[in-house]
């Protein structure tokens, strides 16, 4: 499918953009909108190595910020220098970040150097952490 495929390019283009001078993993994610739109982001990490921030969270965060709340799809691609071997599974906390704005059903695509592996968010992150209790946020 294309949008797929164009949403793969996207995080490999991001994963380029990654600050991650400590750990030299880098990481892209690019994450498409109901609305069509797709907003990146890149691991941008510290020396104060906590604050480091993951690609997936700035993606999201950044999407959120420009008034985005409903999303199709993320692709996260991620190696040693940019080198794509295997997948980039998400971490825990991008996974919990990811379930307050997408559904169990919401696609999650591992990049891979041919192509992409497809999951579902619950498939990758059964029994998140909720306290909204069916109500939604504001
Ligand atoms: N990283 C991400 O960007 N996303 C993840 O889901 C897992 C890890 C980053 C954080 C850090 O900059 C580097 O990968 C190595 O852990």
Wanted: overall charge negative; hydrophobic content about 40%; charged content about 20%.
């Amino acid at each position: 499918m294309t949008a797929k495929n164009e949403l793969r390019d996207a995080a490999i283009a991001a994963m380029m953009r990654a600050y991650a001078p400590y750990s030299d993993f880098f990481v892209g994610a690019a994450l498409l909108t109901k609305s069509g739109r797709i907003y990146t982001g890149c691991n941008i990490e510290n020396s104060s190595y906590s604050a480091t921030c993951c690609a997936e969270r700035t993606a999201l965060f950044a999407a959120v910020a420009s008034g985005e709340r409903e999303f199709e799809a993320i692709a996260i691609a991620g190696g040693h220098h940019g080198k794509l071997e295997g997948v980039c599974n998400p971490c825990g906390v991008c996974r919990q970040a990811l379930t307050e704005f997408c559904e169990p059903a919401f696609p999650v695509l591992l990049v891979t150097a041919e192509g992409y592996e497809e999951h579902t968010l619950g498939e990758l992150f059964p029994g998140f952490f909720t306290n909204l209790n069916g109500k939604t946020g504001q």
